[in-house]
């Protein structure tokens, strides 16, 4: 379980650790949508310039990113040979049946690369500054137009972080219940493809019975201390937005203009 | 005064046949600490969760702190009880104790600058401020059940339930969690209301309540309930070591005094044998 990287956030005190979770959240997105303007080294390096500048201030050890990468670097191996092998156009160095490998398709794949690594790097700096309550607060804030066309926005976001509350307490659970299975005898991960899914049999019915246990007892419990729906309540957690998000936000907006002349150069 | 009346109350789970209550009436003092004991399926929990407006009796009446239970004041009522439930990761909703504190707090709509010191005083009060940022899985079952404590006492309420509160936690924890207990009941003079198997739990009680099949068998002070000795067994709750004790002395022929002994009476008593011969 120790590969999970959603929700491994690294407690610091940084510029970016104390951004407004909105901030960071619509930032992360925004990044992702402008990635794809970028047709050009110019336009990359000065993308690659503001994750790193953004990773420093963030103070996060840099082996995280890599960390955050490897897992999906089968994935990106293959568009990325995907990209360069079927491409075509510019000078061809290279032919082979339908494989061809041509000036276009290496930059292309270079492209292609920069892309995922600079998405994994911006979505890990996200995860890594902000607990995962504050990333839920943050969608409950800026789901709060949505209310309007009578999207429960409350209950969705407190079911978020019940979900996010109960996720280690579930981890925890199914490593017990494995445990008790093993010691009478059941082999996970061993055996044909059929058995190892007959194995998984023991292990998820009592995790989604216990679950149901769970979800009565919480229901009780919430109900007990005075809970009736969304309407109505005061917020114990707030956030304010602070200059550094404005600063923040201003530096996106420059890099995105400098990226829409960088294009068209 | 009665802060808790029950009158004729009747009540069964619809997917049952047998009836849960039948005509039960009970009385509960303000101020006092009350343990409900009893086996399996006597119908404990099922009573305070009645008392709290959980469940819906089918007929009969339900007096809290002045407040008739009925459908429009049951979160009236609700806000008088404080309730502490058995499974302490089952009754943690916040993602870390501070958030969990203020849970109730949101639901009463108390503005956040005194929902800020009341966190905080609740916390520290249990002795858990220091663990604030702490999220659930970090903390034991002891302090987990603080916690949920400290919710409770953050909404400072009349009556506080305790569904089992303490059958799950380490001697140790269980110790805290009945000291903090103790002090609510004696020094703020709060009803508590403690369903319970362990000894030490219903003998720190003033008045004790066995129930058998949605009926009071016994109602008195946990003295003359300890009296009983080994049929206490029967009714769910282990004997305390005294009379244990007294029934080994039996068992070697040796002449026992017939009333519940505590612990020092015991030591007095035999101190007292050994100097007579």
Redesign the interface.
């Known amino acids: 379980m120790g590969k999970v990287l959603l929700g491994r956030y690294v407690p610091g005190d940084s510029i970016v650790h104390r951004m407004d979770p909105r901030a960071k959240l619509i930032l992360s997105f925004f990044f992702i949508v402008i990635i794809f303007l970028a047709n050009n080294w110019q336009s990359y390096a000065l993308l690659f310039a503001l994750t790193i500048g953004s990773i420093l201030a963030a103070k996060v050890n840099f082996a995280f990113f890599i960390k955050g990468v490897r897992p999906l670097i089968w994935l990106i191996l293959f568009t990325v040979l995907l990209q360069i092998f079927f491409s075509s156009g510019g000078t061809v160095f290279w032919r082979w049946g339908p494989f061809n490998l041509s000036y276009y398709g290496l930059i292309n794949g270079a492209y292609v690369f920069c892309r995922f690594v600079l998405i994994i790097f911006m979505s890990t700096l996200l995860t890594l500054t902000t607990a995962p309550l504050e990333i839920a607060d943050a969608l409950e804030k800026l789901m709060m137009p949505l209310k309007k066309i009578k999207v429960p926005v409350y209950e969705i976001s407190l079911m978020l972080s019940i979900a996010l509350r109960f996720v280690p307490t579930l981890m925890d659970e199914t490593a017990k219940i494995m445990n008790a299975q093993r010691s009478r005898g059941v082999n996970f991960g061993e055996g044909s493809i059929m058995q190892q899914i007959k194995a998984v049999v023991p292990l998820l019915v009592p995790l989604f019975v216990s679950s149901f246990n769970r979800a009565e007892d919480l229901a009780t419990a919430m109900e007990a201390r005075g809970y009736r729906g969304g309407e109505g309540r005061t917020k114990y957690r707030v956030h304010y937005w602070q200059t550094g998000d404005t600063v923040g936000c201003a530096v996106f907006v420059a890099v995105l203009i400098i990226l829409l002349f960088l294009r068209h150069w | 005064m009665d802060i808790v009346e029950i009158k004729n109350l009747t009540f069964k789970y619809p997917q049952q046949e047998v009836q849960n209550f039948n005509n039960f009436n009970l009385k509960i003092k303000k101020g006092e600490w009350l343990a409900i004991i009893g086996h399996n399926g006597s119908g404990k929990s099922t009573l305070v ?1 009645l008392i ?1 407006g ?1 469940l819906a009796p089918e007929s009969g009446e339900i007096t809290v702190s002045g407040i008739k239970l009925t459908p429009e004041s049951v ?1 009236d009522v ?2 008088k ?3 502490v ?1 058995q ?1 302490p ?8 104790v ?2 969990d504190v ?11 600058e005194e ?2 010191i009341r ?1 905080r005083q609740a916390l520290e009060r249990v002795g858990m401020w220091e663990f604030a940022d702490h ?3 970090r903390l034991s079952g002891g302090q987990k059940q603080r916690v949920a404590l400290a ?2 006492i953050a ?1 400072k309420p009349e009556i506080i339930i305790l569904d089992e509160a303490t059958s799950m936690l380490d001697p140790e924890g269980r110790q805290s969690v009945l000291e903090i207990i103790r002090e609510l009941n004696q020094v703020e003079h709060l009803t508590v209301i403690s369903i319970t198997h362990d000894i030490d739990e219903a003998s720190n009680a003033q008045r004790v309540v066995v129930l058998d099949d949605g009926k009071i068998v016994q109602d008195d002070i946990p003295a003359k309930i300890f009296s009983h000795g080994a049929s206490l067994v029967k009714i769910g709750l282990e004997p305390p070591f005294s009379e244990k004790l007294k029934e080994e002395l039996i068992k070697q022929e040796i002449k026992v005094p017939d009333e519940y002994l505590t612990k020092e009476g015991m030591v007095d008593w035999l101190w007292q044998l050994f100097s007579k011969q």
Do not use: T
Request: charged share 20%; proline share 5%.
């Open positions: 969760r709290d959980l979160w609700r806000s009880i404080g309730m439930f499974n990761d089952n009754q943690f909703v916040g993602a870390n501070e958030d203020a849970f109730g707090l949101e639901n009463a709509a108390i503005p956040r929902m800020l966190v999220e659930p899985v919710g409770i909404l």
